[in-house]
């Protein structure tokens, strides 16, 4: 009764769309889960994705979910996960992707899933990481452990959506850094971020991690632009 009361007061809308959610639809619904962009990178390698780092960094494998588009499903899911608590939707993606994923771990034999990390001022200012819930699925739907101490981001900055690419990148590689023993050593490590835009964070984060002996990187995130 108490929870009738409550849907009727707050109605669960889709995250998606924006429309009113049917009685056994949660979080998308279902035109929304049909209409997801699938960017399927995970069965051609290289890809779009995996292209942004050529001749750039060294990776062995590169992958996003799905495709972001402006004003779209994709934007309007990140955008409830990032700035709206719905950490749910991590959940429900990275429970999807880790199916995808279990093959290509086989493949590459990943070590250890990192999120990028965030600045601890941000990270009380939020109150969360926004790809947490998105990392402890696919850590255990491919049974690898999560590891959010060893990367670390040691300078606050802010937004970087308003400036030029070079300077963004020249910015995010003095952001991250490493913490690590000689149990860390020659490991293969997924980094995971929530899209790929120029890939200058995750360039960044890839050097890095790289500053471990003998440690492999891979990329994986929920969406990709399309520039």
């Known amino acids: 009764m108490l929870k009738n009361l409550i849907n009727l007061i707050f109605p669960k809308l889709c995250s998606g769309c924006k429309n009113l959610l049917l009685k056994n639809e949660i979080i998308l619904c279902s035109q929304c889960i049909h209409d997801l962009p699938f960017t399927l990178h995970h069965n051609l390698y290289p890809n779009e994705a995996s292209k942004k780092f050529d001749g750039i960094i060294p990776i062995e494998f590169c992958s996003s979910m799905l495709y972001f588009h402006h004003d779209g499903i994709v934007q309007n899911l990140i955008h409830d996960l990032k700035y709206r608590n719905q950490q ?11 199916n995808d994923l279990k093959t290509i771990h086989e493949k590459f034999n990943f070590t250890e899933i990192i999120p990028v990390p965030l600045h601890s001022k941000r990270l009380e200012e939020r109150g969360y990481n926004q790809v947490t819930t998105f990392c402890e699925a696919i850590a255990k739907g491919i049974e690898i452990p999560l590891n959010s101490n060893l990367l670390f981001r040691n300078r606050y900055s802010k937004t970087q959506t308003q400036k030029d690419k070079e300077h963004r990148k020249e910015v995010s590689n003095a952001l991250f850094d490493v913490k690590f023993t000689n149990l860390d050593h020659n490991k293969h490590f997924l980094l995971v971020d929530d899209v790929i835009t120029s890939g200058a964070t995750l360039e960044a984060c890839t050097r890095a991690l790289l500053k471990i002996p003998d440690a492999k990187v891979s990329i994986i995130t929920m969406a990709y632009t399309l520039s």
Request: charged content about 10%; aromatic content about 18%.
């Open 88 to 98: 749910k939707i991590g959940t429900l993606l990275g429970n999807w992707y880790a």
